[in-house]
């Protein structure tokens, strides 16, 4: 960190940076102002913990992608470009940009059709999901991270509902004045342009604005998109005491939606495109501009050593047109083939920290709101020879849709002894989720649910050895139900569906962290057992009602390795095992309409949108003088596609190959600027594979086909 300004506020713990360069919110998440070279060899993290700490140090399963592997992975456009390196996660790319990234962490977050959900989401301590635990990463600004964190495990649910896993984005820091523009240009008309600027504009004041254009032909028919992301980081330190941090982002971002595939035409020709997208003109049009602002108060003196205050608020928009026949929307109770809604969402959170020596104690109170105000149409006008397919026909659907979640927490972090230390901590808090419906032609579906959940987490580490410190941890988690799952009632009628229940889990993890010459290793064990998972139950009359299907188990190992055996050479593996089953038997539909389930799914098949395990591997040399070049391979196993398991995707291994290099651009620019090269070539054996599934998708168009092989090219020019 920075050492003007830094005042270590009691004893500093080994592994741990000065609390006072620590700008952090909520449990464990948040923002550091500066680093240093020793502080990113360390890998710093701050999810999960009390304070800001090396990630050896850090009692409980999490992974960092740092900002050399962002840069490397792509375009900065998706998650998905370097989070494979992160075992016990998945963030499947769609090749899709009307539907967000499939993720999941340890198989929370497996059934979501759409968006994300199951895993809580941030960016400088601002969260993406809402209180109803959904959530979207499309306005991650990945080209001015710092980092990706990563939490998986137990101590997750400190973070409330719906958080079988975390993902949080921290910016970088302003250091200096810095321009950086670059072009980027690849397979499949790729193009994209992004400029940024930094700069220290006067003591204690500091800017980075940055702006991104992107514009994609798709590699199947009706897959083009367009988006445009900008991003504005405003620090201000208007006292040794005090930093405030404000983020403005705005996302723009229509798309084509070219559907999943069925068996039948995915074997026929993965490249091809579904009829039904072209006929329907299928599309997604995304706007959201979010406002978040930080406080932080640092204290001198007394047993309370830090105040926190957030709060963000914005707006979402979403127009979608999807592929249903006029004939289905003929049933009175259908809601439309097109979705039209316009979301207003904000939170807040304040925390303290004290620091009665040598515990560390954190309490924090959260609020978050969201209101949807919901329309559907038809997506067809006209009759017979006259009907026109793809457009907005009439209002079908009229609601307005509210969630809102009250949290409060502590946790604490006490080293009783000189090679123990033990970290706790609960989370208690209340979701509620209404539905106003002012459409009654298809009868009244307003109604209101609450639940209340209190999530505790213990965690226990012991330095084994120089270097090997090995940890365990156990918990309680809570998942509640979205809006759109409890929509309607599986007998049909109107109203929310009270028969539906929240999921709970109990996770148990243990794990080595091991630091020696030139290798990092990290291993952890884990099972987490859920009581009423939630499933489909029936899908009739163009309404999916859900259920809660029983028990289910995950068991897993996962394994992640970094070693450096000359200066020259290094190498990274990330693995995962996973065994996700359900428990119970249940039945579900064996197609549509589906006034009832009928099927049987025995106990013992595995849970769809899971997969047996997932590889990473990447080999790179560096040389000053030409650059750095790696071999990456990816490796997935069989990826579920429905609860009957009679449908999945096929394994597939991927070789990707890069080379990037950075060299002084001061003949061409003046002195002081650089040109960085980067060029990928992903699928390098040109292999057809599913790269996604949609989970338990209703007319067996499951699988999203992969990109075939890709090559990107991208010159960033750098100045002072």
Same mark, same amino acid.
């Given at each position: ?16 940076v000065?609390?006072?360069?620590l ?11 500066g ?5 990113s ?45 992160? %075992?016990?996660l998945?963030?499947?790319n ?29 960016s ?21 991270a ?11 649910? /400190? ?42 504009l ?21 897959? #083009? ?15 040794a ?20 595939l ?20 299928? =599309? ?8 978040g ?17 957030a ?10 047109f ?5 004939? *289905? ?19 807040a959170?304040a ?22 105000d ?13 009907q ?6 009439? /209002? ?30 609960v ?22 649910? =609450?639940?209340?959940?209190t ?10 050895? %120089? ?26 009628t ?57 028990? *289910? ?23 995962? #095992? ?6 119970d ?38 040389? %000053? ?11 997935a ?18 070789l ?41 998708e209703?007319?067996g168009?499951?699988?999203?086909t ?13 100045g002072?």
């Amino acid at each position: 960190m920075k050492a003007k300004g830094c005042i270590a506020t009691r004893r500093p713990r080994r592994g741990t940076v000065p609390l006072a360069c620590l700008l952090a919110l909520g449990p464990a998440i948040g923002h550091a102002q500066g680093s240093d070279a020793a502080a990113s060899a360390q890998q710093v993290v701050v999810t999960g913990s009390v304070v800001e700490r090396a990630l050896a140090d850090a009692p409980y399963a999490i992974g960092h992608v740092g900002r050399d592997e962002l840069r490397s992975g792509g375009p900065l456009v998706h998650l998905s470009e370097s989070l494979a390196r992160v %075992p016990g996660l998945t963030a499947a790319n769609r090749w899709n940009f009307a539907q967000d990234l499939q993720i999941s962490s340890r198989g929370f977050g497996a059934r979501a059709g759409f968006g994300v959900r199951g895993i809580r989401l941030y960016s400088d301590g601002i969260p993406a999901s809402g209180p109803d635990g959904q959530g979207q990463v499309s306005h991650f600004d990945l080209a001015g991270a710092e980092r990706v964190e990563v939490l998986r495990g137990p101590f997750s649910v /400190l973070y409330g509902n719906s958080s079988g896993g975390v993902i949080s984005l921290v910016s970088a820091p302003v250091n200096g004045t810095r321009v950086e523009g670059a072009l980027e240009a690849g397979s499949f008309g790729l193009r994209q342009g992004r400029v940024q600027g930094e700069a220290g504009l006067a003591p204690g004041l500091d800017l980075r604005v940055g702006a991104a254009a992107l514009q994609v032909d798709g590699f199947r028919p009706h897959s #083009a998109a367009k988006r445009r992301l900008a991003n504005v980081r405003l620090g201000v330190s208007p006292s040794a005491n005090d930093s405030v941090l404000v983020t403005l982002n705005h996302l723009d971002q229509p798309a084509d939606d070219p559907l999943g595939l069925t068996r039948a035409q995915f074997d026929a020709d993965p490249l091809q495109t579904t009829p039904q997208a072209e006929q329907f003109d299928t =599309r997604k049009t995304t706007g959201q501009t979010q406002l978040g602002a930080r406080w932080r108060h640092r204290f001198d003196a007394g047993a309370l050593r830090e105040a926190q205050l957030a709060a963000y608020a914005g707006r979402r928009e979403v127009v979608q047109f999807l592929a249903i026949p006029p004939a *289905t929307q003929a049933n009175p109770r259908h809601g439309g083939g097109v979705i039209d809604f316009a979301r207003v969402f904000h939170g807040a959170e304040a925390r303290l920290r004290f620091a009665f020596d040598p515990v560390d104690l954190v309490v924090g109170l959260a609020a978050d709101r969201q209101r949807d105000d919901r329309q559907g149409y038809e997506n067809f006008t006209g009759t017979g020879a006259a009907q026109v397919l793809g457009v907005v026909g009439a /209002l079908r659907r009229d609601e307005v849709n509210r969630g809102a979640s009250d949290d409060a927490y502590v946790q604490l972090e006490w080293p009783f002894a000189p090679r123990w230390a033990l970290e706790g901590g609960v989370r208690s808090g209340r979701v509620t989720l209404t539905a106003s419906d002012a459409y009654l032609a298809n009868g009244d579906d307003s109604g209101r649910r =609450r639940f209340t959940y209190t999530n505790p987490v213990l965690g226990l580490r012991f330095d084994a050895a %120089p270097g090997l410190r090995l940890h365990g941890s156990a918990a309680r988690g809570f998942e509640s139900p979205t809006l759109g799952e409890l929509a309607y009632r599986i007998d049909g009628t109107g109203g929310f569906n009270t028969e539906l229940r929240p999921q709970r889990s109990e996770q148990l993890e243990v794990g080595a962290k091991w630091r020696g010459e030139g290798v990092q290793l990290d291993a952890a064990a884990f099972e987490v057992r859920v009581e009423d998972e939630i499933g489909v139950a029936t899908n009739a009359g163009g309404r999916s009602a859900f259920q809660n299907v029983g028990r *289910t188990v995950r068991r897993g190992v996962e394994l992640a390795a970094r070693w450096q055996p000359l200066p020259a050479w290094r190498g990274t593996l990330a693995a995962t #095992a996973l065994d996700a089953r359900y428990r119970d038997d249940f039945l579900v539909c064996a197609g549509i309409p589906c006034a009832a389930p009928t099927v049987l799914v025995p106990a013992g098949n595995r849970i769809a949108g899971t997969q047996r395990g997932t590889a990473f591997g990447e080999v790179a040399w560096r040389s %000053p003088a030409i650059g750095e070049f790696a071999a990456e391979l990816r490796h997935a196993r069989a990826l579920m596609a429905n609860d009957t398991n009679t449908e999945a995707a096929a394994p597939y291994t991927l070789l990707g190959l890069r080379w990037a290099h950075r060299v002084p651009a001061a003949g061409l620019l003046g002195g002081g600027w650089a040109a960085e090269w980067l060029l990928r070539v992903d699928n390098v054996l040109d292999r057809r594979y599913a790269g996604s599934v949609i989970v338990n998708e209703s007319n067996g168009r499951f699988y999203e086909t992969g990109a075939p092989r890709a090559v990107m090219l991208s010159l960033r020019l750098v100045g002072p």
